[in-house]
């Protein structure tokens, strides 16, 4: 049998690590059994739903590059695979299950169990839940009931004794008491629409689903849906929970931590390839020894036996890494156009621009190695295109130097400059190393002011490259204007 899975978001809010993580794993497994990759859309929370959500989760995915091969966007031939438009269905079976006694009717108000909760909190019960008052009413109450269409909502039939059990493809055997199942919990809303448990079982039996892999957070729904795949008399696909993925202090991943949602990443400047690689890890070995992977080498390699079953630590500071090595995997052409956006909005270039278009490409060989997110690259980069306020006057000093003493480099510099051609790098470093020995100093020493004065940081791109895309004039004129600076501290 061809293996179908499913990503089967609620749209609530924005597409984030999590999520991913699981849409990912799916599609992996998908594609290295030779099966099929599915969207559905668990719309039905029509309170937390927004069209917004759909749009984000879309965007999310093509900027991503793994898409699936049915959904609603694409079609397929088990849609539809938004459940909003399947109503039906579930209403349909959720009367069969009444039909088989396996599900009823509960006629009971909010009024009531509002009550019935604060009884229970007032008695500190354990167990805080529905007590399953109309499963055991009387058929001429019930026809009253539906006779004067009182509204009702079908709930399920939790067996009162016993245990469920089910398996798990990473966890194994899974035995849950019927007694610590939630006491019957509801299928259908009084508004005739399905809760996640009734939408979820009916669509991935009818849409061919033969392997539910999730998050962990999904363990206790399943004893439900094993409940109601029996009495439906379907057979229940295989699990697998997949492992949890928590922040660096060990709890589960969340904003406290950083960066969740996908555009967030997007935004900062993290690459689509990165962010697969190292969401593909979390909770994944794949070979010894090796961290990159492409996204079908990964397909290639994938298997549940290499899913791990303790959870997952998500670090920034690696996927940062992972980001790093993709931007230098990247042609210089290709990073130029990808940094152009961040340029742009932050003042630097307008988007026409052929005469900064060359500049990017000419600094990029040297930009590459220090850029760990695209989205730093106005920071790294803004001293090619304008002068900057002028740093502490301290940073210009070498150390056991004073500032005379830098002015006196800088002056040499200068001079140096005024008759050497930017064009020949070697030819000026040899320049600058002979000075050095005539007035007897380090080069380090005499090029720290420098550095400065062209780049405003002790710390920054190659100085020789930097002066060479700056050309001449605006070099002198930038060391003048530090002097200047300097003379006046
Ligand atoms: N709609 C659920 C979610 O938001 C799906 C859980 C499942 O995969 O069964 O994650
Ligand atoms: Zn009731």
Redesign the pocket.
């Known amino acids: 049998m061809s293996v179908r899975v ?1 990503y ?3 749209p609530t809010g924005n597409q984030h690590i999590g ?1 991913v993580r ?1 849409a990912l794993i799916n599609y992996l497994f998908a594609k290295s059994q030779g099966g099929t990759f599915i969207l559905r859309l ?1 719309d039905t929370d029509r309170t937390r739903y927004s069209q917004e959500y759909v749009q984000n989760l879309y965007e999310t995915f093509r900027w991503l590059g793994f898409y699936w091969d049915e959904g609603p966007d694409v079609g397929g031939s088990k849609g539809p695979y938004v459940q909003s438009e399947r109503i039906d269905l579930y209403r349909r079976y959720a009367e069969e299950l009444v039909f088989m006694d396996k599900a009823y009717y509960c006629f009971c108000d909010s009024e009531r169990l509002e009550k019935l909760r604060q009884e229970q909190v007032a008695q500190k019960k354990d167990e805080i839940g529905y007590d399953r008052h109309c499963r055991y009413i009387a058929e001429e109450e019930r026809a009253r009931n539906l006779a004067e269409a009182r509204p009702y909502v079908i709930r399920l039939k939790i067996p009162l004794h016993g245990i469920t059990v089910f398996h798990d493809a990473l966890l194994g055997q899974i035995e849950w008491k019927n007694e610590d199942i939630s006491p019957d919990p509801v299928l259908l809303k009084s508004d005739g629409f399905p809760t ?1 448990h009734l939408a ?1 079982v009916i669509d991935d039996h009818l849409m061919g689903i033969t392997h ?1 892999m ?2 962990q957070e ?1 363990i206790p ?1 399943a004893p439900m849906h094993k409940i109601m795949y029996d009495a439906l008399g379907w057979e229940m696909p295989e699990l697998c929970h997949l492992p949890m993925v928590l922040g660096p202090d060990g709890h589960k991943l969340s904003k406290r931590h950083g960066a969740t949602a996908v555009n967030e990443f997007k935004k900062a400047g993290y690459l689509p390839e990165a962010l697969i690689n190292y969401i593909a890890l979390l909770g994944c070995s794949y070979e010894d020894g090796r961290d990159i992977y492409s996204l079908d080498e990964l397909v290639r390699l994938f298997r549940i036996d290499r899913l791990n079953k303790a959870p997952a630590v998500f670090d920034y500071q690696k996927l940062e890494w992972f980001n790093g090595q993709y931007i230098r995997m990247k042609s210089d052409k290709e990073l130029a156009e990808l940094i152009r956006p961040y340029l742009i909005s932050a003042g630097l270039r307008k988007e026409e621009d052929p005469q900064k278009d060359q500049m990017e490409l000419a600094a990029i060989p040297f930009i590459k190695e220090r850029l760990k997110l695209l989205g730093d690259s106005p920071a790294i980069m803004s001293y090619l295109y304008k002068r900057l306020d002028m740093p502490a006057a301290e940073e210009f000093v070498p150390k056991k130097a004073s500032i005379d003493e830098a002015i006196m480099y800088l002056e040499e510099c200068r001079s140096i400059l005024e008759s050497s051609n930017l064009d020949d790098l070697p030819a000026i470093e040899e320049k600058f190393r002979e000075r050095a020995t005539v007035i007897g100093k380090k080069l380090g020493d005499i090029l720290m002011p420098l550095r400065v004065a062209i780049t405003y940081s002790r710390v920054s791109p190659p100085l020789f490259e930097s002066m060479r895309i700056l050309g001449k004039d605006e070099c002198i004129k930038r060391i003048e204007a530090a002097v200047a600076y300097l003379r006046g501290a």
Request: net charge positive; no cysteine.
């Open positions: 499913r089967a978001p609620s999520g699981t668990e996640y979820n539910i999730r998050a999904w729904s």
